[in-house]
């Protein structure tokens, strides 16, 4: 089986144009954090990506959080979500298992 993808090849401005051009609907975690937001189970997640997800989208934060506590481990490479919760401001961004330890 093959799977194309003619899309990656594609440049930002060229997909915007397209979605602009068939009016569709921008990804609501594009709008305020500029990524996809289509796969965000964390295997990829940059550092400050789980601040940012707890102060744009704190409901979807919130269930990640409520996931760590029913089943452990933690959301992302960097930070745990619930950790997340302890940290007070967004200038804050450095690893919360370093501060709370």
């Known amino acids: 089986m093959k799977f194309y993808s003619p899309l990656y090849y594609w440049s930002e401005l060229q997909v915007l144009d ?12 594009y709008e305020t954090m500029h990524m ?17 997800l707890y102060t744009f989208h704190k409901e979807l934060a919130d ?6 506590k029913m089943y452990g481990g933690k959301w992302g490479n960097y930070t745990s979500m619930e950790g997340i919760t302890k940290q007070s401001k967004l ?10 330890q």
């Open 18 to 29: 397209y979605v602009k051009k068939h009016e569709l609907e921008l990804s609501p975690i």
């Open 36 to 52: 996809g937001g289509d796969d965000f189970c964390g295997a990829f997640a940059q550092k400050g990506e789980a601040q940012l």
């Open 63 to 68: 269930r990640f959080i409520a996931l760590e």
């Open 91 to 100: 200038d804050e961004l450095i690893c919360t298992e370093c501060i709370y």
